[in-house]
């Protein structure tokens, strides 16, 4: 399996399509955005002019998409154009990445499967920093055998592989982790702002955290105070991040499910509505998750 597509080159994909060429795969990539697929040429994918061209003799097509809408359109089609599950030859395997509904993983899963084509879900985890490095978790969900032959690629681009189990358990562990990253980068927020209010430095506060009991990822990999930790969002004005709109997206995924199986998640609706909160422009929107930081800062002079 050599020749694949790369669809979806956004903060993540594209970092994730040159780790597939540093790895020795030929990567056809497609990106609507003309920046982006320019950083893929430059990294050394070759560009397809649409989708379907991409796709065109690939032994594996590999998605990282915004929305559970945008993954439909694109492979079971809409009322102005076929879908790729129409020009895909059956031995193809998809591998989609993108953080979508349960539901919408299982739908393109059994649709590709009618027409005998392997298909996964396997969302990631790991952030900008991680798919960059290579280094990112993958949550898989689908037959075993196809998440077994989506290993060479997944090694390519990660370090953690999991087969969560059937199709669509992929989207419910990785809606599972973020409702968790959430509230802990919530907790980490407001935490660091107590003791940076009440006389302490938040890198000393973060180092005495990390060496106890209040230690966790934000802590240890994505300290939201600025100046604190250095190649983090916080560091460069919370830009080139996962963003506060994808984090209210997978907040939102979560409730649903939450909803549909009569869970009690109230730590996970309050910190939606936190971020909820937070994200009340478009500006805010688009800076990382981490950004909750300033929700919890006293303006300037108080």
């Not at 079971?76 to 020009?87: F, I, R, S, T």
């Not at 649709?111 to 920093?129: K, Q, Y």
Request: proline share 4%; glycine share 12%; net charge negative.
């Amino acid at each position: 399996m050599k020749k694949i597509a790369f669809l979806g080159l956004g903060n993540m994909g594209g970092p994730m399509a040159a780790n597939l060429v540093r790895a020795g795969f030929a990567v056809t990539a497609f990106d609507p955005a003309s920046a982006a697929m320019e950083q893929a040429r430059q990294a050394g994918c070759a560009s397809g002019a649409t989708a379907a061209e991409a796709v065109a003799g690939a032994d594996a097509v590999i998605s990282m998409l915004p929305s559970g809408a945008i993954v439909r359109d694109l492979y079971l089609g809409d009322q102005d154009a076929a879908g790729l599950l129409q020009v895909l030859a059956a031995e193809t395997l998809i591998i989609d990445c993108s953080t979508i509904a349960a539901d919408d993983a299982r739908q393109l899963i059994a649709a590709a499967g009618e027409r005998g084509i392997r298909a996964i879900d396997a969302p990631v985890s790991g952030g900008t920093a991680a798919a960059a490095a290579g280094t990112l978790s993958f949550m898989c969900g689908g037959d075993a055998a196809a998440v077994a032959a989506a290993r060479p690629l997944l090694a390519a681009m990660g370090s953690n592989i999991f087969h969560a189990g059937p199709a669509g358990c992929g989207q419910v562990a990785k809606i599972c982790n973020n409702m968790l990253l959430a509230i802990q980068m919530v907790g980490t927020a407001e935490t660091l702002q107590l003791g940076v209010d009440n006389g302490l430095d938040p890198s000393v506060l973060s180092d005495i955290m990390k060496a106890s009991s209040g230690g966790n990822w934000s802590l240890q990999k994505y300290n939201p105070y600025p100046g604190v930790m250095e190649g983090v969002p916080a560091s460069r004005g919370y830009s080139d991040g996962f963003s506060v709109a994808l984090m209210l997206k997978d907040l939102g995924l979560a409730m649903e499910s939450a909803s549909g199986s009569a869970t009690s998640t109230p730590l996970g609706a309050l910190a939606r509505n936190l971020y909820q909160l937070h994200g009340g422009d478009d500006d805010t929107l688009r800076l990382d998750f981490s950004s909750i930081q300033s929700l919890f800062r006293r303006p300037v002079g108080d």
